[in-house]
């Protein structure tokens, strides 16, 4: 697998984007961006991109002054999100096969990533979605059909704002009352944190709980034991998101990956082209 050194452009970007959030002065971009060069310098390269990004973000929020730097990126995603909602509802319940549907939305959400990509514009957003439901679903669909079939407790890891909002729909195919849901337990990018989760109406349905843990991923050491233990407890792990993918795909647990591969080091990971829509189970990777 490819290791963090070849994320580090993708961390520079961020650095700049974070520091341009909060403030219109240049001197501070620079001061962030030339601090966040001389701290890689010194990291351990080994870490997975999430436990490196987690790091580099702890430090961009206090140079940035600011506990949350998306925070109003993030209510706008949420909005457009829930906007969508009442189309995107009719697709599935005009489909001949909902599960499936629920899941190309779920997986075409998965755009919403503002660490992949700077600048997602809401046009970006809405052609995806418009076309999620003719997209073709890369990997075992029919066997996470067979897995969802047989589950009893379902443990559903989010991965962004407003993604959050279009996975509340494929959670209500799942049977909410077997799901936990599973947000980041303190902001770090776009991830979705408890507010997000309210923002889209999930404690109406569902228990939903914080990992405890501010990773771009679920890095499961960092996580609290509360949340490890429903992890361990669950006996299907349905995980979003190319961050949660890098950090649990070689964790032998039965997990679920669904997530758009959006860059070069994921494809290289997950041997699926960049695009690709991916439904990926634990098992695959170890056969890798």
Known sequence: ?????????????????????????????EKIVRELLERIGWMDMGQSPPALAQRIHRRLRELAGSDDPYAAIKERQNRMALGLVPSLRRDIEKSADSLATAVKLAVAANIIDLGAKTGLTEDEVLATMRNASSAELTGEFPSFRDAVAHAKNILYLTDN?????VDRLLIEQLDPARVTVG?????????????????????????????????????LADCSEEFRRRFREADLIVAKGQGNFESLSDEPYNVWFL?????????????LPVGAHAVMHTAEMVSA
């Open 1 to 29: 697998m490819k290791t963090s050194l070849d994320c580090l452009p993708c961390f520079v970007r961020q650095a700049l984007d974070a520091a341009r959030l909060v403030s219109d002065d240049p001197s501070l971009h």
């Open 161 to 165: 704002a407003g993604e959050i909002v």
């Open 259 to 271: 997530f758009k591969v959006k860059c070069p080091v994921i494809a290289a990971r997950s041997g």
């Open 183 to 219: 947000v980041r337990g303190a902001p770090v990018i776009n991830d979705a944190v408890m507010a997000d989760a309210r923002a889209a109406g999930l404690p109406d349905i569902v228990a939903v709980i914080e990992n405890g843990s501010d990773a771009p991923g679920t890095i």
